[in-house]
């Protein structure tokens, strides 16, 4: 039996795609969409090579900051999970109303709750000067926002996710739509919270093989 070699590294492909030029296009991915090249990162641990490999497509992951995370349905079972990883790298929160909830009833701790971007006029627990609600579209344009976790509704909707996401990709700020890019990310902030990241040269990494 042929025995893969040992190499004490991990590396991370990611597809480059071409969302800044088109601002217009949802985030989440539909057949319309196509990789414009690869790049990798490569590291010793998965959440370290997962951060370059998102570095080096154009996602540069915050050290800390406030996160806008809204879970769709399904995903919310993951919420407190997320948010408790969250706050241990020295993220605060910002959430929408039922992901809110959820991390509430989990003893997770968040810094506000913003209304949906179709209410802008209703009232919501967090409000802007002047009397305008804050949706999550609003602190994204405000710079108000490091990090967007949004995992969207069922294909070919159009829901509040959409307006968030393309508000993240036109403000150039990090965003996952999936909750194992979300639980990835994480990983990757909290292991370059504890040390920062190198740099090596391929033939160093491939020296190491055997």
């Known amino acids: 039996m042929v025995r893969p070699p040992a190499t004490g590294h991990v590396s991370v492909k990611e597809a480059v795609l071409p969302f800044n030029r088109f601002p217009e296009v ?10 414009t090249g690869e790049v990798m990162g490569i590291d010793a641990t998965f959440g370290r090579a997962f951060i370059k490999a998102e570095s080096a497509a154009g ?10 995370l809204s879970l769709n349905d ?31 009833d989990g ?5 506000s709750v913003v209304g949906k971007v179709s209410e802008r006029r209703a009232e919501t627990p967090d409000r802007k000067a002047g009397g305008a609600s804050r949706d999550a579209v609003h602190l ?25 996401r393309k ?3 036109v403000k150039g700020v990090a965003l996952v739509t999936t ?32």
Do not use: W
């Open 107 to 111: 003893g997770v701790n968040v810094e």
């Open 26 to 35: 949802d985030t989440a991915l539909g057949p319309e969409m196509r990789s």
């Open 140 to 164: 994204i344009e405000q710079g108000e926002i490091a990090f967007v976790i949004n995992t969207p509704q069922a294909s070919g909707t159009h829901s509040d996710g959409e307006a968030i």
């Open 59 to 68: 996602t540069e992951l915050p050290a800390s900051g406030r996160v806008f």
């Open 179 to 210: 909750v194992r890019a979300a639980r990835a990310a994480v990983q990757g902030m909290r292991e370059r919270r504890e040390s920062p990241l190198g740099i090596r040269s391929l033939q160093e990494y491939h020296g190491k093989v055997s």
């Open 167 to 169: 508000a993240a990709n």
């Open 74 to 104: 399904r995903d919310k079972v993951f919420a407190v999970e997320l948010g408790r990883a969250l706050l241990d790298v020295g993220c605060s929160i910002v959430a929408t109303a039922g992901t809110a909830k959820v991390l509430g």
